[in-house]
């Protein structure tokens, strides 16, 4: 009986000590260093940040975001104001999403970072790519030149057609040396339009009473349904 006993309070014991181990954290290890920074304005949660000193202005942007990424169609990205003590630097977000790294610079602790809503734009459609098409804020003073810099063309892209609509003028056509110096403004459309000789592949979809539905190549103004029906 006294055995049993002392064994049961021995293990007992032993348990005790085990689970009592003090959990060890090591500051250095495991702590980051952050810093604060003030982001307000237009399409972020505005508020003080404290960030990891290695960031850079667009992951503040992108993490002040409500959405997954910031609407940068909405949020003027060609003017974002970055104050750091005295000084303020105007960044264009654009460049840096084109590859411009110095439009991006590492944050500063006490950084103010302030937004703006776009109130001017100019469309731009055809074959240009770019992580930002469509309706794109436009800088004050910025030629057509400095705009498409921003863009690569397809290699469908003519450069020789590019067509400008402006309101309350005909559309007009122009050489990319021509269009460069041309000063834009609130509404322009811009379309860099294909090659006219050059096939462009795409595909179709065959579906219901075919022998072999499925998706087909075809070559635009060359393949013929007759060609497709055959093959399906």
Known sequence: MGRKSFSGILVVTVCFLAYTQPFQVHPKNSEVEVVPVVIQGAGVNAGTYYVPHAMR???????????????F??????????????????????????????????IMPGSHISLVYAVQYVYLYGEVQGSLLGQIPLKADESAGELLSLFTFTRYADS?????????????????SEIADKKLIDGDFIIVLPKRDMPRPAKVTVGGEAAVPGVYPIIHGETTLAEIMEQA
């Open 57 to 71: 202005v667009f992951d503040i942007v992108k993490m002040a975001s409500p959405e997954t990424s910031p609407d």
């Open 160 to 176: 020789s057609n590019i067509i400008l609509y402006r309101i309350g003028e005909e559309r007009k056509q122009y050489s990319l």
């Open 73 to 106: 169609h909405v949020i003027n990205c060609r003017s974002v104001a970055v104050t750091t003590g005295s000084s303020t630097e105007t960044l264009d977000l654009l460049r840096y999403l084109h590859g411009d790294i110095s439009h991006n610079p590492f």
